[in-house]
């Protein structure tokens, strides 16, 4: 009973197009998971790893309810494996997904949808707590036939079986403009161990630096907010600097050992009454045209790094990003000449 629900939940996510259909059924999907799960209270159990805090089983079940962010990762996973199972008729697909707690919400809907004998997952977690539930959701639901291996591992360190060549990696472990979650850390292990054919989910994460008004720019407080993009009004007045970094397979195809990004310097307005704030924006391509948008969801909410009225003294701002402990933000000045 429940695999046919489910079922029905997923194929309606997958051909949903407009914002109401996007909400209404990511709501089902968050109601199924609540009816389903057998830990009703998962703990919050946080840990701190080097390269970010990983979410509790309780945030990352939270998750489930960031709308758009559900909706499209699942409608762009969903279109991967497609093309992976044209790509490669005659053998099974094989899928890492790193960080999938509690729910395993990317991959898990997908299934019912998908042959059994085409698909193998390595799915990691690195709480205990959250891969005893998704062991009792396959349980529950019906799935147990699938090929389906959950370790508990740190996903920055994990290393795949020799004989495990990826087809699809998947790994959401975001928080706004990259800080405090291992996203960055994941991708840049989970990148060195794929083949130049597998694809990662997601595609690309792009960081722009933006002079704006903070306070003005549209920002994702609660799901009852959540807007379709051509409702939502971005600040009129914000002035796009750069294009900071773009995280993707090829970014870390240099090896270089770095947990850090230094940006050149970029010069101060005059006069920024009408943007006075240093910001970070973030777009994230899932797959092909499945993209985010700023403020479309809590992972791609705008980031104020520092006001411009406290820098008066300074001519120049250069960005600092370091993932090397909890990844964040900061910032070198020139001053005025």
């Not at 924006?281 to 985010?292: G, R, S, V």
């Amino acid at each position: 009973m429940y695999k046919e629900e489910l079922a029905f939940i997923v194929k309606s996510i997958i051909a949903s197009e407009t914002i109401h259909e996007h909400v209404k059924w990511a709501e089902q999907l968050s109601v199924f998971y609540k009816k389903t799960a057998t830990n009703k209270n998962p703990e919050n159990n946080e840990t701190l790893i080097k390269g970010g805090f990983a979410l509790s089983s309780s945030g990352a079940a939270d998750c489930v309810d960031d709308y758009l962010r559900t909706i499209f990762f699942i409608k762009g996973i969903y279109k991967a494996l497609t093309k992976l199972s044209l790509d490669f008729p005659e053998r099974s697909i094989n899928i890492l997904y790193a960080g999938c707690g509690p729910y395993a919400t990317l991959i898990l809907p997908l299934l019912p949808l998908l042959n059994k004998d085409r698909i193998k997952a390595v799915l990691i977690d690195i709480n205990a707590e959250s891969i005893q539930s998704v062991h009792n959701l396959l349980s529950i639901i019906g799935l147990e036939e699938y090929d389906l291996q959950l370790i508990e591992a740190n996903a920055i360190t994990y290393t795949k079986p020799t004989d495990f060549v990826i087809d699809l990696a998947i790994t959401e472990t975001m928080h706004y403009a990259l800080t405090r979650e291992p996203q960055v850390a994941i991708t840049k292990n989970i990148v060195r161990q794929l083949t130049s054919d597998a694809i990662l989910i997601p595609e690309e994460i792009r960081i722009d630096l933006v002079y704006t008004f903070f306070a003005y720019e549209p920002y994702l407080k609660n799901t009852l907010e959540v807007k379709g993009r051509n409702e939502m009004q971005p600040y009129t007045d914000h002035v796009f600097v750069d294009r900071l970094f773009t995280i993707n397979k090829e970014h870390f195809d240099r090896k270089e050992s770095s947990s850090k990004f230094e940006s050149c310097f970029y010069k101060l307005p005059d006069n920024f009454s009408n943007h006075p704030d240093v910001c970070i924006f973030t777009e994230i391509k899932i797959f092909e045209d499945m993209e985010l948008k700023t403020a479309e969801s809590y992972i791609t909410n705008p980031f104020c790094v520092v006001s411009m009225y406290g820098l008066s003294a300074y001519s120049e701002i250069q960005l600092v990003y370091d993932y090397s402990e909890i990844p964040q933000w900061s910032y070198n000045l020139k001053e005025r000449a």
